[in-house]
């Protein structure tokens, strides 16, 4: 059979026969747009560029300061518990009461080395018991451990019903999390439908540093005169799945009261 070259349809671009398809969107970008934001972070500016916090997503945080007032990891992790009345497991090295003590002290707006000192004045001792009796009523669970792995955190997981959201936070003499750990912390977040959130604290990785698996990057750089206060540090947003990249600043002092 003589085909006729002069009847043949016009040739249609890949880009068209995606519209054609799937409308203006592929099903991924219209899986993004319907869902609903689970969680704020808690920090306006933050919220912007994230558009909050997402179920199934794994946050990976470089924080370059260890000697910080409070960690961002732990000021998330008490804003979910706040505003979206989300139940938190936080595993670190810290002990219990240390987590708590930061978490008090930027609730009342004192700094961390104050109370450590015991430098408080009444007026701050009495602020000081307030927060704690607020924060004590707060679903935030704290597992004081030396084991991070994906099936160690999966069992500490199940113990805890409805949980919203996993913190992971490594201190400077971790081994750095390898690629298929954190592939395997995307699995957890996606299997048990929470959020994971992966705090390091280290110097000497490159700053634009990519993690496969991870939908949000962000460096957290403290000035140094500002890292025993709880003035402004900076955030750099290096990887977002949800939003625009940049820079912007925040304070261990949360939005709002309990």
């Not at 139940?87 to 003590?101: E, G, N, P, Q």
């Not at 015991?118 to 009523?137: F, K, M, P, V, Y």
């Not at 935030?140 to 160690?152: G, K, L, N, Q, V």
Request: proline share 5%; glycine share 6%; hydrophobic share 40%.
């Amino acid at each position: 059979m003589q085909n006729d070259y002069g009847k043949h349809p016009p040739l249609v671009s890949l880009k068209d026969g995606i519209y054609q398809v799937f409308g203006s969107a592929t099903p991924y970008q219209q899986a993004m747009d319907s869902r609903s934001v689970d969680f704020s972070t808690g920090i306006s500016s933050l919220d912007e560029k994230l558009q909050g916090l997402y179920r199934g997503d794994l946050l990976f945080i470089r924080e370059c300061s260890f000697e910080c007032s409070t960690c961002l990891d732990a000021v998330l992790a008490r804003n979910v518990a706040v505003k979206g009345h989300g139940t938190v497991l936080y595993v670190s090295k810290y002990h219990a009461t240390d987590l708590a003590a930061r978490l008090i002290t930027a609730e009342c707006g004192i700094p961390y080395d104050t109370l450590a000192e015991g430098r408080l004045t009444d007026e701050q001792w009495q602020q000081i018991g307030i927060a704690s009796a607020a924060l004590s009523t707060l679903p935030i669970f704290a597992d004081e451990t030396m084991d991070f792995s994906p099936e160690y955190l999966r069992l500490r997981c199940a113990e805890i019903p409805d949980l919203d959201m996993l913190v992971v936070s490594r201190f400077l003499d971790d081994p750095l999390p390898s690629g298929d750990t954190i592939i395997r912390l995307k699995q957890l977040a996606q299997e048990l439908n929470i959020v994971v959130l992966l705090s390091v604290q280290y110097y000497g990785m490159a700053r634009n540093v990519w993690l496969p698996g991870t939908d949000v990057h962000l460096l957290v750089e403290y000035y140094p005169e500002n890292r025993h206060t709880l003035e402004e540090h900076s955030i750099t947003i290096l990887k977002n799945a949800h939003g625009p990249l940049g820079q912007l600043s925040f304070r261990s002092i949360p939005e709002g009261t309990l």
